[in-house]
């Protein structure tokens, strides 16, 4: 068996951020869903489909997309972990969607901290044989 040096903790990191980001995500869905099927029935026909309508439908959209990132940023840390080499380009994806999901809370904010930090560890890792490589 050979052991592979791994990013563990950019990976812990990153993968809890990414499960706050999309359990964010689809709770903030819910809600939105809710107050669209229960608001409906309250507002006039005329604010139903004026800006009412519209900023609900972009809402839905938009913790769509947020929790789409979350699923993106929990590829990024199962990638981080199983193949270490790309970890700069994860690294960067983890902090920018991360940074983005603050349009629908950011994981309940820890997600996004989470997140930042997961990202920027993976940048920052190096195995263990090229510190001690740089050093001699």
Request: without cysteine; proline residues 3%.
């Amino acid at each position: 068996m050979v052991y592979v040096e791994r990013p563990k903790a950019a990976f812990i990191l990153s993968l809890l951020a990414g499960i706050l980001i999309l359990a964010n995500g689809i709770l903030a869905g819910l809600a939105v869903s809710f107050v669209a099927s229960v608001g409906g029935a309250s507002l006039s026909s005329a604010e139903m489909f004026g800006l009412a309508k519209s900023a609900l439908t972009m809402l839905q959209v938009l913790t769509v997309i947020v929790s789409f990132f979350g699923v993106i940023i929990l590829l990024g840390a199962l990638t981080l972990y199983y193949n270490p080499a790309h970890r700069k380009g994860w690294g960067i994806a983890i902090i920018i969607l991360s940074l983005l999901s603050i349009l629908v809370g950011g994981g309940f904010l820890v997600g996004l901290i989470l997140g930042v930090i997961g990202g920027a560890l993976a940048i920052a890792w190096k195995p263990p044989s090229m510190v001690k490589q740089a050093q001699t």
